[in-house]
């Protein structure tokens, strides 16, 4: 039996959507099957745990422990703001830490960015002069620098060379008044060629035309910067801000290396206090509240600072 023209012609199109549909069904799969993986190491290493510290913030569960969780409400947040003068002392010293560190290290990590971008010879050294201690294990920098701020360490020979033994060095580590302010300048030497690498790759997006035409009206050097740099980095500014404000508020590899929170809890800070109230004393529930407040607090500062920094008509 033949099929007519107009039939054949109607089966035509109903056969290329089929085929059309079971293409796109296989690149949908396809696309499920690759993300796959990625979607399991995020459920379980990320989401299950957010979940899980969000539950147990509620509860008074301990890590070895023959009696079960119980649900306590929120006494855990009560305690942390009333009963435990060590975390307020912590959150002191991660505010005084990023207060300290965000300014310093991205208006530092600026101007190495504004040297280096310079058309001269051996600059691509100095780049990665200042870009080795970003890819060296922290664990390692500590280590080093815990030597060199001992009594008899490096630094303190080096400042009874130049003052002539007219001044002496200060056991930086073990003086509550000089510990942190140690590890604040560990840590801006240690991150600052990250964002220094971060600020060159915006510098290297400012178009050139923009330079000759205020050259061409005169501008100087300031003025190039003000109206013509400093607008092209927005967005680079941004995003620097915000990585080295999370970065500073989950400070805990410099203080769990050099100090252990000490002298007099002059160092702790609030990661580092919810890792030893949960590890070391074994109060997971309560550690577990400490780092919901730790979460919500980064969460608003992010967003304040996204909105200071946001794009205004």
Do not use: C
């Amino acid at each position: 039996m033949t099929v007519s023209p107009p039939v054949a012609a109607a089966k035509q199109p109903r056969r290329s959507l089929s085929r059309f549909r079971s293409s796109r069904g296989r690149e949908t799969w396809a696309g499920l099957a690759m993300m796959a993986p990625a979607a399991l190491l995020l459920l379980l290493f990320l989401i299950v745990p957010v979940l899980l510290a969000f539950t147990l913030s509620f509860t008074n569960a301990r890590l070895i422990s023959p009696n079960p969780p119980r649900f306590v409400g929120l006494d855990n947040f009560f305690r942390a703001f009333t009963a435990d003068p060590v975390f307020l002392q912590s959150a002191l010293n991660t505010f005084l830490f990023a207060i300290v560190v965000v300014p310093v290290q991205a208006g530092l990590g600026l101007l190495l960015a504004v040297l280096v971008n310079q058309r001269l010879r051996g600059t691509t050294f100095f780049r990665v002069v200042f870009f080795i201690p970003v890819v060296t294990s922290i664990v390692v920098v500590s280590i080093l620098w815990r030597f060199m701020y001992q009594s008899d360490g490096l630094i303190n020979s080096m400042i009874d060379t130049l003052t002539f033994g007219a001044l002496q060095g200060a056991d930086w580590l073990n003086d509550p008044s000089t510990a942190l302010p140690a590890i604040i300048v560990l840590s801006i030497w240690q991150a600052v060629g990250f964002h220094m690498i971060i600020w060159l790759a915006g510098l290297q997006t400012i178009p050139e035309e923009l330079y000759e035409a205020a050259r061409m009206d005169g501008a100087s050097r300031w003025r190039q910067f003000t109206n013509v740099t400093w607008p092209g980095l927005r967005p680079t500014m941004v995003f620097v801000l915000v990585t080295i404000t999370i970065a500073a508020l989950g400070l805990f590899v410099q203080v769990d290396v050099m100090t252990q929170g000490g002298p007099l809890n002059s160092t702790s800070t609030v990661v580092f206090h919810a890792v030893r109230k949960g590890y070391e004393q074994q109060e997971i529930g309560y550690a577990a509240s400490i780092s919901l407040l730790f979460f919500v607090a980064v969460l608003i500062i992010a967003l304040i600072q996204r909105w200071l920094t946001r794009e205004k008509n």
